[in-house]
Nanobody
Framework: QVQLVGSGGGSVQAGGSLRLSCAVS????????MGWFRQAPGKEREGVAA????????DYADSVKGRFTVSEGNVKNTVYLQMNSLVPEDTAMYYC??????????????????WGQGAQVTVSS
């Protein structure tokens, strides 16, 4: 059974950095998107970044380009989201998710089948 376990998050001041990690277990198949999503109170869940685990192609929301970096870890099936130059608007619950298939629509939360438990990120001004 596929499971995603996320870690990281926390509270920082504007301009600071945080790193989130997500480990996928229960599968030996590559060829999937690992996405990072966030949801602020009263807002819809939105795609932040994604990486395709079979080639390394990445996708980013315009709001985080140049500040966030998604990458694979040295440990297989582990993905990181490095978040730099954080701003208060980045405050949200962050989730990792996985979907198998081609590298399409990897920033669309409705496309994903498996989700991690979420980590709170709070950025103060």
């Amino acid at each position: 059974q596929v499971q995603l376990v996320g870690s990281g998050g926390g509270s920082v001041q504007a301009g600071g950095s945080l790193r989130l990690s997500c480990a996928v277990s229960g599968t030996s198949y590559s060829g999937y998107c690992m996405g990072w999503f966030r949801q602020a109170p009263g807002k819809e869940r939105e795609g932040v970044a994604a990486i395709y685990i079979d080639g390394g192609n990445t996708d980013y929301a315009d709001s985080v380009k140049g500040r966030f970096t998604v990458s694979e870890g040295n440990v297989k099936n582990t993905v990181y989201l490095q978040m730099n130059s954080l701003v208060p608007e980045d405050t949200a619950m962050y989730y990792c998710a996985a979907k198998w298939g081609p590298h399409v629509r990897c920033l669309q939360p409705g496309e994903y089948d498996y989700w991690g438990q979420g980590a709170q990120v709070t950025v103060s001004s």
